[in-house]
């Protein structure tokens, strides 16, 4: 489904992410790790298609097609969908309204009862939003969406214990849930590419690969649970020697 090669991209004359290459295949979930300042919201904002991400060298292929050069909302209407670390405040605009201009006649109210979004429709997006509401909101607006790869951001960062229970099972229930998008593996759902620092997110989604990416570099892959349990007990400079176990 996506397929990244050898990816080189550099943001302000700085090279952030170097020779990256991975794949997510339909119907996976698969989990990428790193410490700070690693490159990873840079790779999933490249894949994204957000300005200021300078594509050096390297491909994205999504679904066999050359996305590279395309700009978001052509990623967009292919089935690419984005929780971005940080979004902006959008002064003016309601969330109910664009709500409506992403879902079109798709009825989100369910979804947004769940996400306990309803007292928020009235509001300017992100204004004064707190932490968590932020990413309850930004699910809401992937839900509406409904694309066919979902790309996260670190969505458990921030949000409390009783809201990350809201907000990992509804990433389950949204990438494993009904597929709708072509040649998906049956009951498999979507695919997904999520960020995590504390893996606490493993405790909702079953996951199927790890990459461990550092300095811009993908050092490793292996089983999320495992690739954990050895960053957990040895940090990260085991990956940057490259020595976690291969799964
Ligand atoms: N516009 C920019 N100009 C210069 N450097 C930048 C720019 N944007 C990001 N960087 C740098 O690129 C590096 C990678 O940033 P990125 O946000 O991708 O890291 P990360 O792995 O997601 O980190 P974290 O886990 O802390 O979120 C950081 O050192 C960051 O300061």
């Given at each position: 489904m996506?397929?990244?090669?050898?990816?080189?991209?550099?943001?302000?004359?700085?090279?952030?992410?170097?020779?990256?290459?991975?794949?997510?295949?339909?119907?996976?979930?698969?989990?990428?790790?790193?410490?700070?300042?690693a490159?990873?919201?840079a790779?999933?904002?490249?894949?994204?298609?957000?300005?200021?991400?300078?594509i050096?060298?390297?491909?994205?292929?999504?679904?066999?097609?050359?996305?590279?050069?395309?700009?978001?909302?052509?990623?967009?209407?292919?089935?690419i969908?984005?929780?971005t670390?940080?979004?902006?405040?959008?002064?003016?605009?309601?969330?109910?309204?664009?709500?409506?201009?992403?879902?079109?006649?798709?009825?989100?109210?369910?979804?947004?009862e769940?996400?306990?979004?309803?007292?928020?429709?009235?509001?300017?997006i992100?204004?004064?939003?707190?932490?968590?509401?932020?990413?309850?909101?930004?699910?809401?607006?992937?839900?509406?969406?409904?694309?066919?790869?979902?790309?996260?951001?670190?969505?458990?960062?921030?949000?409390?214990?009783?809201?990350?229970?809201?907000?990992?099972?509804?990433?389950?229930?949204?990438?494993?849930?009904?597929?709708?998008?072509?040649?998906?593996?049956?009951?498999?759902?979507?695919?997904?590419?999520?960020?995590?620092?504390?893996?606490?997110?493993?405790?909702?989604?079953?996951?199927?690969?790890?990459?461990?990416?550092?300095?811009?570099?993908?050092?490793?892959?292996?089983?999320?649970?495992?690739?954990?349990?050895?960053?957990?007990?040895?940090?990260?400079?085991?990956?940057?020697?490259?020595?976690l176990?291969?799964?």
């Amino acid at each position: 489904m996506l397929e990244v090669k050898d990816l080189t991209v550099e943001v302000g004359g700085k090279e952030l992410l170097k020779n990256v290459n991975f794949k997510v295949e339909k119907g996976y979930t698969n989990i990428i790790l790193g410490p700070n300042g690693a490159g990873k919201s840079a790779l999933l904002m490249t894949l994204m298609g957000f300005s200021g991400y300078k594509i050096v060298s390297g491909q994205i292929l999504f679904n066999g097609e050359d996305i590279t050069h395309m700009s978001i909302d052509e990623r967009a209407t292919r089935g690419i969908g984005i929780m971005t670390q940080r979004p902006p405040n959008m002064t003016g605009v309601k969330l109910k309204n664009l709500l409506k201009l992403i879902a079109g006649d798709k009825e989100m109210e369910q979804m947004a009862e769940s996400l306990d979004m309803m007292r928020f429709m009235e509001r300017d997006i992100n204004v004064g939003f707190s932490g968590g509401e932020i990413k309850r909101s930004e699910l809401l607006q992937l839900a509406a969406q409904s694309p066919c790869i979902y790309l996260f951001d670190e969505p458990e960062s921030g949000v409390d214990l009783m809201s990350i229970d809201i907000i990992g099972s509804t990433i389950n229930d949204l990438v494993h849930g009904d597929s709708t998008c072509p040649g998906d593996r049956k009951g498999h759902g979507k695919s997904a590419l999520i960020i995590t620092h504390t893996g606490k997110i493993l405790d909702y989604i079953e996951a199927d690969r790890a990459y461990v990416l550092c300095n811009g570099t993908i050092m490793c892959e292996g089983n999320p649970r495992e690739m954990l349990q050895e960053i957990k007990e040895n940090g990260y400079e085991e990956c940057i020697t490259c020595k976690l176990k291969k799964a």
